[in-house]
């Protein structure tokens, strides 16, 4: 398992979230995850907020627009994101042409 800790940002919203990478790095990680349906060669990476109210493996699975573009730029760009990153969802979607600093 890999955990990154980020910052996603959109219009008036600040969410710390903590970004959990699902791997297989054992026999045991992967008995355990196939039985709770994260097997196959799918990438699952689980979101959850930060203030503890909602965790979500699937993009879509969120409403509105932060989290679900949010998450799937996590999944997406997981190997360039490192702690403390700022996931920036007006610039993600061309809205700004400059990306939001950590606060």
């Known amino acids: 398992m890999q955990v990154k800790i980020l910052e996603v940002r959109d219009r008036a919203t600040f969410i710390p979230v903590m970004a959990t990478l699902l791997e297989r790095e054992c026999k045991a990680q992967r008995r ?4 709770a349906g994260y097997g196959g060669a799918i990438t699952y990476v689980i ?3 930060l203030d503890g109210t909602i965790s979500q493996y699937a ?3 969120w409403g509105g627009r932060t ?3 949010a998450h ?3 999944l997406h760009h997981w ?3 490192v702690d403390g990153d700022v996931i920036d969802i007006e ?5 700004t ?3 939001k600093e950590p606060q």
């Open 59 to 61: 993009p879509h699975a």
């Open 47 to 49: 979101v959850t907020k």
């Open 72 to 74: 799937s730029y996590i």
């Open 97 to 99: 042409a400059t990306k």
């Open 91 to 95: 610039y993600i979607l061309g809205e």
């Open 79 to 81: 190997d360039e994101l």
């Open 32 to 35: 355990l995850l196939s039985a």
């Open 67 to 69: 989290m679900p573009n």
